[in-house]
C-alpha cells in the first residue's frame, strides 16, 4: 500500500479543491486516506460513529460556508440514504461523497455492496465517477467539487482498490 | 412544564446564535419566540445535532443551538459521542423530551418506559449534561452553557401538548437560502456565487 500514490494524491486533491471538513469512518482500504486528513492541520476531521450523521455535519459546514466532503465505505453510503434523500435532494445541497467500491469487478470484498452501489446511486440521481488511475486523482476530485456546487446535488467519486492499494493474491 | 416557555427563555437569552429545529412542532414554536432568517429546519428526522455540530464546528467563534426531540435524537444516538469527542463550546443541544413521537400520532418513545437522555449524553462522554426541571433553572443552565468552553446538552421534560402559534413561513430550500444569506451577512462571508459568463473568466 505504501507504494500507492493514490491516497496521498486524493487528500491533495481535496485540498486543492478547496475541501476544510471532512467527516470520516473506517474502512481498513481507506486507511492510508484517513491517516493524512486525520493528521492534516489545514482539514477540520469529523470521525464519525455512522455515516449518516456525517450527511448532517456535513450539511451544517456548508450552511456556514465550509466546503466539505465525506470519505466512507459503499455500505456506509447505504447507511446515508434517508440523509441523503430528505436533506442532500430535499434542499438542494451539493455534497462530494467519495465512497470506497467494495466489491467492485476485482476487489473480493462485499460483492453484494458492490453490486448494488451504482444502482443506487443511480436511482438517486446522484452522479458518480469511478476513479482508477491515481494519476487522475486530483483533477477528477477538483473537478466533481466544482460540479457538486453547480449542480447542488451529491456527486460522488467511487474509490477502487487501484487508486487506495495493492490487490490481495487472487484479486 | 410547556415547551414553548421554554422557548421563551431561550428566546431571551440566545442572540444571534445559530437555532437548528427538526421536523415537528418544536421548529414552529419555537419559530414563533425567535422568528428571522438564523433559524434552519431539519427535515430528516435524527440530523438536528448533526447539523448544528457541522455549524459550530465550522464557524467556531458563532454560537449554536440545537433543538432536538426524543424521538429524533433516539434516531441518531451516535451523534452523541460525536459530539463528545469534538466538544466544539459554541454548542448548546437542547432535548425537548415529551416522551412520544409527537408528529407521527403520539406513539411512546423510550424515553417514557425509562430511556434517560441526559445520562446517555453524559454517558457518551458529553461532561455538561443536565436536566433543567423549571424554565427558571433552564434560564440558569442555559445562560451558563453559552458561556461554557465545552458544548453543553440540556434535557428539558414538557406536556404532551402543542401552543397555538402562526405556520412556518418557507420551504426547505428557501429556508436554505435565507439562512445561508443571512450567515453571509452577519459574518462578512461570501458563500453562494453563480458561474459567470466566459468573457469574465480568465480560465476554465
Not at chain 2, 439562512?179 to 459567470?196: D, K, N, P
Amino acid at each position: 500500500m505504501a507504494d500507492n500514490p493514490g491516497p496521498a494524491l486524493i487528500v491533495e486533491g481535496l485540498k486543492e479543491a478547496g475541501v476544510d471538513l471532512v467527516a470520516t469512518l473506517p474502512d481498513i482500504n481507506l486507511h492510508a486516506v484517513l491517516e493524512r486528513v486525520a493528521s492534516d492541520p489545514d482539514l477540520v476531521h469529523v470521525p464519525l460513529c455512522r455515516e449518516e450523521e456525517g450527511i448532517g455535519i456535513c450539511t451544517g459546514g456548508y450552511l456556514v460556508g465550509r466546503k466539505c466532503a465525506m470519505i466512507m465505505q459503499n455500505g456506509g453510503l447505504f447507511n446515508s440514504v434517508n440523509g441523503i434523500v430528505s436533506t442532500l435532494l430535499q434542499y438542494n445541497l451539493p455534497l462530494l461523497l467519495l465512497v470506497y467500491y467494495a466489491g467492485d469487478v476485482g476487489d473480493r470484498s462485499f460483492a453484494t455492496n458492490g453490486a448494488m452501489t451504482q444502482p443506487v446511486l443511480s436511482a438517486l440521481g446522484v452522479q458518480h465517477f469511478i476513479l482508477r488511475d491515481p494519476n487522475e486523482a486530483k483533477a477528477l476530485i477538483k473537478r466533481t467539487l466544482v460540479l457538486t456546487q453547480d449542480y447542488k446535488r451529491p456527486v460522488a467519486v467511487l474509490l477502487t482498490k487501484d487508486v487506495l492499494g495493492q490487490r490481495r493474491p487472487g484479486e | 412544564m410547556k415547551r414553548i416557555d421554554c422557548f421563551k427563555v431561550m428566546a431571551e437569552l440566545a442572540g444571534d446564535a445559530l437555532v437548528v429545529t427538526g421536523a415537528g412542532a418544536n421548529t414552529v414554536e419555537w419559530y414563533a419566540c425567535r422568528p428571522g432568517d438564523g433559524n434552519f429546519r431539519v427535515r430528516t428526522m435524527g440530523l438536528v445535532s448533526s447539523i448544528a455540530l457541522g455549524m459550530a464546528l465550522g464557524l467556531p467563534h458563532r454560537q449554536v443551538i440545537a433543538i432536538d426531540g426524543d424521538g429524533s435524537l433516539l434516531m441518531n444516538l451516535c451523534s452523541l459521542p460525536t459530539i463528545a469527542r469534538k466538544n466544539p463550546p459554541n454548542l448548546v443541544h437542547v432535548l425537548v423530551d415529551n416522551e412520544v413521537y409527537e408528529a407521527s400520532g403520539e406513539i411512546d418513545t423510550a424515553t417514557g418506559a425509562g430511556t434517560d437522555l441526559v445520562a446517555v449524553a453524559r454517558g457518551a462522554g458529553i461532561r455538561r449534561a443536565s436536566w433543567a426541571t423549571n424554565p427558571d433553572e433552564l434560564r440558569t443552565v442555559f445562560a451558563e452553557a453559552l458561556e461554557a468552553r465545552d458544548a453543553t446538552f440540556i434535557g428539558l421534560k414538557v406536556e404532551r401538548a402543542r401552543s397555538e402559534v402562526p405556520p412556518y413561513p418557507m420551504d426547505e430550500v428557501e429556508n436554505k437560502y435565507r439562512f445561508i444569506r443571512h450567515v453571509e451577512q452577519t459574518e462578512g462571508l461570501s458563500i453562494l456565487s453563480a458561474h459567470m459568463p466566459a468573457s469574465f473568466l480568465k480560465e476554465s
